[in-house]
C-alpha cells in the first residue's frame, strides 16, 4: 500500500471516528431529557417565525443552554422548517426529540383572548388585531361588513360582545371568536331581560344593554352599581336628563383630552345626555354581567342624584339640596 493510499485511509477512518462521535453525541442530545422550570412551561410560536428564533427563545427561558445542539439536530432530521404555530405546554422534562416531534406535529393548547369590562369596540378590535394566533379575515372590513359577517342585525357594534375569556384553536378566525362573544352576550342579556324588574323604563332588551354600559363606566364598585342603576331609572321615569359624564365623553370621541369642560357638557351630541333626554342611541362600551344584573334589578331606591367622595364609592341623595351639600363636600372640599 502506498503512502499516499494510507493517507486516505486514514483520512477516512478517522472521518468515519468523527461522525461516528457527532452522531452519538447527537443521538444522546436527542434523547436526554431537558429540564423546564414551571414558569417555562408555556412556549408561543408566533407564525412566520424561524427555527433559530425559536431556539434563542427556548434558551432566554432556560430550556436549553445554547441554541446549536437543537437547530443541528432540527436540521439532521428535517425538521427545522416545519413547525407550527401556537401555544405549546411543555412537560416537566421533555428530551429535544419528542420537542421538536410538537413543534413538527403541532401538539398545541388552545390559544385565549380576554375581552375587558368596559372596552370600547375599537379596543376589541385592536386586540383582536395585535394576538398573534388569531387569523386575520377582518381587518379591512368595515363596522357593518363585520356586523354582517357575524349575523347581527344591529346598526351598531358597540357593547355588543360580552366580556370574558374565549378559548380557540390558533389561527381561527376573528370574526369566529366575536361571534361567539356576541351570542354570550344575547343569552346573557336575552336571560336578565326574562328575569327583568317589572316597570323599569326600557323598551327592549338593547335599551337595557345601553343602560348597562353607563353603569359599566359610571363605577367600578360591583356593591354600587345597583343603587347607580336606581338613579338612572328614576330619573328615566320623572323625565330627567341622565347628565352621565360618561357618555358624554363617548360622545367626544378622540376630540376628549382627559378633562371633561364645561363647554363639552353644553356641547349637543347624540350622546350628550346633558343636552338631551332619555338614553343615548347605542351602548358606549361592554358591560360585564355586574352592570347587567344592576341594569335589569336595580336597587329600591327614591335616590336621584350622586357624587363621587373620592376614594373610589360615592354618596347618593333623594334631593337636589342634599346633592348639592355633598358635592360641597366632597368635590369642592368646603
Do not use: C
Amino acid at each position: 500500500m502506498t503512502r499516499f493510499a494510507r493517507l486516505i485511509l486514514t483520512g477516512t477512518l478517522l472521518l468515519a471516528l468523527v461522525l461516528a462521535a457527532v452522531g452519538g453525541w447527537l443521538v444522546w442530545f436527542a434523547v436526554t431529557p431537558l429540564e423546564v422550570r414551571e414558569d417555562a412551561r408555556e412556549l408561543l410560536v408566533r407564525k412566520g417565525r424561524t427555527f433559530s428564533a425559536i431556539t434563542d427563545d427556548l434558551v432566554r427561558a432556560g430550556v436549553l443552554r445554547e441554541p446549536w445542539s437543537m437547530r443541528t439536530l432540527a436540521r439532521v432530521l428535517g425538521r427545522a422548517h416545519v413547525v407550527q404555530a401556537g401555544v405549546y405546554r411543555l412537560p416537566e422534562r421533555i428530551s429535544p426529540y419528542r420537542l421538536l416531534e410538537m413543534l413538527a406535529n403541532g401538539e398545541v393548547t388552545e390559544a385565549q383572548i380576554t375581552f375587558i369590562e368596559g372596552w370600547t369596540f375599537t379596543q376589541v378590535r385592536m386586540a383582536l388585531a395585535q394576538h398573534p394566533l388569531v387569523g386575520q379575515e377582518t381587518v379591512t372590513l368595515s363596522e357593518a361588513e363585520l356586523l354582517r359577517r357575524i349575523g347581527a342585525e344591529e346598526g351598531s357594534a358597540e357593547g355588543l360582545f360580552f366580556p370574558d375569556t374565549y378559548f380557540f384553536s390558533p389561527g381561527a378566525a376573528d370574526w369566529r371568536v366575536l361571534a361567539r362573544a356576541y351570542s354570550t352576550m344575547r343569552e346573557r342579556l336575552g336571560a336578565l331581560w326574562e328575569a327583568r324588574r317589572p316597570g323599569l323604563p326600557y323598551a327592549s332588551p338593547y335599551e337595557a344593554l345601553i343602560m348597562a354600559s353607563i353603569i359599566e363606566k359610571e363605577t367600578g364598585l360591583e356593591s354600587e352599581r345597583p343603587l347607580i342603576a336606581a338613579v338612572f331609572v328614576n330619573r328615566l321615569q320623572r323625565g330627567m336628563r341622565l347628565q352621565t359624564d360618561p357618555s358624554v365623553i363617548y360622545g367626544l370621541g378622540s376630540g376628549f383630552d382627559g378633562n371633561l369642560r364645561k363647554r363639552d357638557l353644553e356641547s349637543d351630541t347624540p350622546y350628550n345626555t346633558y343636552t338631551r333626554r332619555g338614553l343615548p342611541p347605542t351602548p358606549i362600551a361592554m358591560p360585564g354581567q355586574g352592570a347587567l344584573n344592576a341594569a335589569l334589578r336595580p336597587a329600591a331606591s327614591n335616590a336621584l342624584y350622586f357624587v363621587a367622595r373620592g376614594d373610589g364609592s360615592s354618596h347618593f341623595s333623594k334631593t337636589l339640596a342634599e346633592h348639592n351639600a355633598a358635592v360641597r363636600r366632597y368635590q369642592l372640599h368646603r
